[in-house]
C-alpha cells in the first residue's frame, strides 16, 4: 500500500536488500552535506557549493555527465594526503549520524536480522559512501570507485564505470559474481530508491521499492503496482 513504511518482512529471511543512499537511506544528498561541510570549514571556495547544485540539476534533468561532476567536485581535493581526508570524513560521519531517520535505521535493521545480504549500491562517490554505510550497519558497498595515485591521493578520475543509473546493473552482477552468486540465487530480492534513474536495476529485483520517490518514479510504481513507502519520519 502507498505510504507503509511495510517493516515486516513477513518471516521470510535469507534474501538480498539494496539500498540507494540520497534521497532514499537519507533525506539528503551525501555529496552536497559533504560539500557543504567543507566549504564552512574554509576547505572549498565560496563558488564551490553553486556549481555542485548545478550538477544535481543536471541530474534531476537526466542530462548528468557524472565523470565531468567526479572531475570537479573528487578534483578539489585530488592531492590531499589521505589521513588529512580521512579525518575529515570521521568528523563529517560524527556530524551527520544524527540527521538518519529512526525509520530507515528500523528498515535495514529488519533485513539484517532476517538474515539478508544488505548493500548500499550508490553512485555517490566510495568514500563518503562508506560512512553512511557504517552509520547503518551495512557491511557492503557499490559506489562510484575513485582514481587514486600511487600515494593513495585522488585524482578526480572514475576507476571503471560510475555506479550509475543503468551500471548499477553491472556492478550488482560483478559483485554476486565475484561471491560465486547471482541474482537469481535468491527467493527474495529487494531495491529501494527514490529516483527514475534507478528503474534498470528496480526491474532486476522481485521487489522493487519506491522510496519517497520523485514524480516520476511514483507514476511508474503505480502504474506497476510496485510497493512505495516514506522513511523520512
Sequence with gaps: MPG???????GECRGLALFDLDHTLITFDSGGAFT??????????????AQYLAYCHDYA?????????????????????????????DEFEAEVAPRITPTALAL??????????????????????EPFARLFG?????????ERDGQGRLTGAIVGEPCF???????VERWLAARGQVLADFSRSSFYSDS?????????VRRPVAVD???ALLAHAHTQGWQTLTLRG
Excluded: Y
Excluded at 557543504?36 to 557549493?49: I, P, Q, S
Design 61 to 89: 534533468a537526466g542530462r548528468l555527465d557524472i565523470r565531468a561532476m567526479h572531475r570537479f567536485t573528487v578534483g578539489a581535493l585530488a592531492g590531499l594526503p589521505p589521513p588529512q581526508l580521512q579525518a575529515w570524513l
Design 138 to 146: 551495512i557491511d557492503h558497498v557499490l559506489a562510484t570507485e575513485p
Design 108 to 129: 535495514v535493521q529488519s533485513h539484517r536480522q532476517c538474515g539478508d545480504l544488505c548493500v548500499l549500491v550508490t553512485a555517490t562517490t566510495r568514500f563518503i559512501a
Design 4 to 10: 507503509d513504511n511495510a517493516l515486516s518482512l513477513r
Design 196 to 204: 527514475v534513474h534507478d528503474l534498470p536495476l528496480l526491474q532486476m
Design 213 to 215: 520517490a520523485d514524480a
Design 36 to 49: 557543504r561541510w567543507l566549504a564552512e570549514r574554509g576547505v572549498l571556495d565560496a563558488g564551490f557549493e
Design 165 to 171: 543509473r543503468a551500471d548499477k546493473c553491472g556492478h
